[in-house]
């Protein structure tokens, strides 16, 4: 099984090349933004806290999104891999991580930390919610989301570079150029 956490800021493209991987292996996506987001739209005790933190452009307790991926965990079939969008955020998050997969035999093979100009990452964010209908990709929600990534997530780049598996990857370029590098650092997990 393959585990890979895909990482990087808000708008780094997460999501999109998410799908790639998702379509060229089969792997299964474990996104903890999308589970919070229908966790809000069927009005659940969870998405009634998460909403107030994601509407702030605030991290949603790690109590809470440690929960809901142990419960994930521990539902889960037979998978070619997991990829990991989104979480962990924290370092206790990252921590909780390494002891479950521990627990299911496994481990995180590898961290791709993709690479984008904040200038373009808010372009990407305001573009995004146009059509999106998100809500909080506007302005002023973005600017927080990323103090919080530089506070908050990017700390996590050292965590997974000592122990040897963070891989940079430079996240300009078309969405395929992009995919085209992960998909070097993935093929070579399996050589
Ligand atoms: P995303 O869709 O990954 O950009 O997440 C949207 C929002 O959901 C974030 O700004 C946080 O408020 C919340 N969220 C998603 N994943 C996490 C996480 N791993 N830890 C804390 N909050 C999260």
Redesign the pocket.
Known sequence: MTNIVIFGA?GSG??TQSENLIKRYGFKHV????L??AEIKEDTELGQV?KR??DK????P?EY?IQMIEHLLSQLQKEAGLIF??????VA?AVALDDLLVHHQTKVDVVLDLKVPEEELIDRLLKRGQISGRS?DNLETIKK?LL?YHNQTAPLASYYANKGVLKTIEGTGTVSEIGDRIVRVVDALHE
């Not at 996104?31 to 999308?34: L, P």
């Not at 452009?57 to 949603?60: A, D, I, K, S, Y």
């Not at 969008?85 to 924290?90: I, K, Q």
């Open positions: 808000p997460k999501g996104s903890t933004g999308d919070l987001r998460a933190y994601i452009g605030q991290l949603v790690d999104i969008d989104g979480f962990p955020r924290t998050q909080d989301r919080v």
